[in-house]
């Protein structure tokens, strides 16, 4: 276990409809970091925030957007749907910038039919 | 850009025996890290262990060992006296220690650990 939480844990949209995934941090991890795992590969990183500002961003488009509260939740946000986001989103989280360690919540598998 | 190359997909060893894992990776960075993370059937990935670029000796972590070579960008991972509990996909990964790891973490394409009775 470690302490991060992910919800839903499963998901199923139609291609162009909008989805939000939530991430529950340990308190005290002001740095959360969003990765998006297509089946039979490794995660890619889509963005980081730290302290409620986006300040590293992967190769994603626009429509994939976040949040972070202060109170160690963030969301991730994916606009018009496409059957390529299909995929498992991982959330992580870490007590600072260098992500010298991050935990990693269990994902929420997403299914665009 | 960086990449992560795990060149096995799929690797099976027998219980209490020894398993390397491969990964490659390319940069051209002095200065970053080194990770290698578990991810069992629950999805929720593990880190095993990390080493900074700049320390010469390998991480070690109880049956976990690295061999890194930095002069030919590899990482390998070490399982000693293999237990079932270990079965799991293995990702490695790389972060540069510029840019306050805004970058996140580059993963390989994980290797399928299988370990038999």
């Known amino acids: 276990e470690t302490g991060v939480t992910q919800s839903p844990t499963h998901l199923i949209k139609t291609r162009g409809q909008q989805v939000t995934l939530r991430c529950s941090s340990q308190?005290?991890?002001?740095?959360v970091s969003w990765y998006q795992q297509a089946l039979g590969q490794g995660p890619q990183f889509i963005f980081q925030?730290?302290?409620?500002?986006?300040?590293g961003r992967g190769n994603f488009p626009p429509r994939f957007s976040g949040l972070q509260f202060p109170n160690y939740s963030s969301e991730l946000n994916v606009n018009a749907l496409e059957l390529d986001d299909s995929a498992l989103y991982l959330c992580?989280?870490?007590?600072?910038?260098?992500?010298?360690?991050?935990?990693f919540g269990p994902g929420t598998r997403l299914t665009v039919l | 850009a960086q990449t992560v190359t795990q060149s096995q997909p799929e690797m099976s060893v027998q219980e209490a025996e020894t398993v390397t894992l491969s990964c490659t990776y390319d940069t051209s960075e002095s200065d970053y890290y080194l990770f290698w993370y578990k991810q069992p059937p629950s999805r929720q990935m593990i880190l095993v262990i990390r080493?900074?670029?700049?320390?010469?000796q390998n991480a070690t972590e109880n049956r976990f060992s690295v061999n890194f070579q930095k002069a030919a960008k590899s990482f390998s991972l070490k399982i000693s006296d293999s237990q079932l509990g270990d079965a799991a996909m293995y990702f490695c990964?790389?972060?540069?220690?510029?840019?306050?790891?805004?970058?996140?973490?580059?993963f390989g394409k994980g290797t399928h650990l299988i370990i038999q009775p």
């Open positions: 990964a790389y972060r540069a220690y510029s840019g306050g790891g805004a970058d996140g973490l580059t």
């Open positions: 308190s005290g991890h002001n740095t």
């Open positions: 992580a989280s870490s007590t600072d910038m260098l992500l010298n360690e991050q935990f």
């Open positions: 080493q900074e670029a700049y320390k010469q």
């Open positions: 925030y730290y302290r409620e500002e986006e300040n």
